[in-house]
Antibody, heavy 114, light 107 residues
């Protein structure tokens, strides 16, 4: 049974750094490409970026200068950092084996507010 | 960035109907297209990748077709659990981009 679980603070202050972790169980990290995707309340899906098991990354240019994605295969974790957040970064954040794979985490809501 | 445009944005249908949702890419993406289903308050579910390949466990009532710039998702014999929002996503080139979504509602 494959399970993805996002974790991290639900509230982040403006200008600070949003940090999330996705912990994977039941699947090999080397089997998939891992993406972070977010969804503002009531809106559509936005691909933030992704990472191969090798550690090579790809980012959405709309966020690229503020985002870092990393992988720790020894811990079966993928991490996301978004720097200098604003209210526009408030969203449900998902990790997923997208594209190509079937697995999604349940998502975690992050609100940016003072 | 490649723009993905879904039509219609919303759709009303009845149980047992067959519906088709269209996704158009702003440039050729070959068959690098995925479809997702999302129910309120839940994470999306992967349905199809490579335009027409069903993810494991997805019922055959779902089918995808197309290549290049024009793609369709067809759902046959609609059941109450199929009423949801559907998204397409291209993964031909970075950044991967989603369509705006199609909300399928019960008539």
């Amino acid at each position: 049974q494959v399970h993805l679980q996002e974790s991290g603070p639900g509230l982040v202050k403006p200008s600070e750094t949003l940090s999330l972790t996705c912990t994977v169980s039941g699947a090999s990290m080397i089997s998939f490409y891992w993406s972070w995707i977010r969804q503002p309340p009531g809106k559509g899906l936005e691909w933030i970026g992704g990472i191969h098991d090798s550690g090579s990354t790809n980012y959405n240019p709309s966020l690229k200068s503020r985002v870092t994605i990393s992988v720790d295969t020894s811990r079966n974790q993928i991490s996301l950092k978004v720097r200098s957040v604003t209210a526009a970064d408030s969203a449900v954040y998902y990790c997923a084996t997208v594209p190509g794979g079937p697995y999604w985490g349940q998502g975690t809501l992050v609100t940016v507010s003072s | 960035d490649i723009q993905m445009t879904q039509s219609p944005s919303s759709l009303s249908a009845s149980v047992w109907d067959r519906v088709t949702i269209t996704c158009r890419a702003s440039q050729d993406i070959s068959n690098y297209l995925a479809w997702f289903q999302q129910k309120p308050g839940k994470a999306p579910k992967s349905l199809i990748y490579a335009a027409s390949t069903l993810q494991s466990g997805v019922p055959s009532k779902f089918s995808g077709s197309g290549s290049g710039t024009d793609f369709t998702l067809t759902i046959s014999s609609l059941q109450p659990e199929d009423f949801a929002t559907y998204y397409c996503q291209q993964y031909n080139s970075y950044p991967y981009t989603f369509g705006q979504g199609t909300k399928l509602e019960i008539k």
